[in-house]
């Protein structure tokens, strides 16, 4: 299975500060075929289910703030949420859907500082 | 709008079978896999397996000695069957959707979740 790496585990960011997740993969998640990287992000909030918030590395789902981006290729990726709102705090995770089985990050813990 | 809805025990004993439905309405069509992913409590994401309403089946294959899923179209109902359940297999098991964006496993719609606790 492919092992997926979060850091940090957790993060403290002021409102309207900039936050930076990263996420490693333990082998590229890139097909060379399409050029495409099969990583998504996912936003848990306490009680709820997680959301889909990004897939493709960057391409944003639908309804997703702009202030929610993701980058990276091959095994090294970052969601970066560009000013930090209340409504932001949650755990986010990272997933390979490149190999099955998909498997998903740990997850970092982002809160308000 | 796309909703799911688990259902099933909340309390199972340790070497029974854990069985769960969940309930689809709302948006389903042939390009459409349907997952089980389970979340012990405070910790990660584990996907279970999928099920696509023509009957094809993938599992985990950490899991894939003890789990079923199957579906009923008649009723919108996709079902898992997890046997010879542990403590280990606590957890809010979610059911979610997959094949809008291209994968088997980019999941856009999740229910709420059900956990599901194994003790005596």
């Known amino acids: 299975d492919i092992v997926m790496t979060q850091s940090p585990d957790s993060l403290a960011v002021s409102l309207g500060e900039r936050a930076s997740i990263n996420c490693k993969s333990s082998?590229?998640?890139?097909?060379?075929?399409?050029?495409?990287?099969?990583l998504a992000w996912y936003q848990q909030k306490p009680g709820q289910p997680p959301k889909l918030l990004i897939y493709?590395?960057?391409t944003r789902d639908s309804g997703v703030p702009d202030r929610f981006s993701g980058s990276g290729s091959g095994t090294d990726f970052t969601l970066t949420i560009s000013s930090l709102q209340a409504e932001d705090v949650a755990v986010y995770y990272c997933q390979q859907y490149h190999s099955t089985p998909c498997t998903f990050g740990q997850g970092t813990k982002l809160e308000i500082k | 709008q796309v909703q799911l809805q688990e259902s099933g025990p909340g309390l199972v004993k340790p070497s029974e079978t854990l069985s769960l439905s969940c309930s689809v309405s709302g948006g389903s069509n042939s390009r459409h896999y349907w997952s089980w992913i389970r979340q012990p409590p405070g910790k990660g994401l584990e996907w279970i397996g999928y099920i696509h309403y023509s009957g094809g089946t993938n599992y985990n294959p950490s899991l894939k000695s003890r789990v079923t899923i199957s579906v009923d179209t008649s009723k919108n109902q996709v079902s898992l069957k997890l046997t010879s359940v542990t403590a280990a297999d606590t957890a809010v098991y979610y059911c979610?959707?997959?094949?809008?964006?291209?994968?088997?496993?980019?999941?856009?719609?999740w229910g709420q979740g059900t956990l599901v606790t194994v003790s005596s």
């Open positions: 979610a959707r997959s094949g809008d964006t291209g994968s088997y496993y980019l999941f856009d719609y």
């Open positions: 082998q590229s998640v890139l097909y060379s075929s399409n050029n495409r990287n099969y």
């Open positions: 493709w590395a960057s």
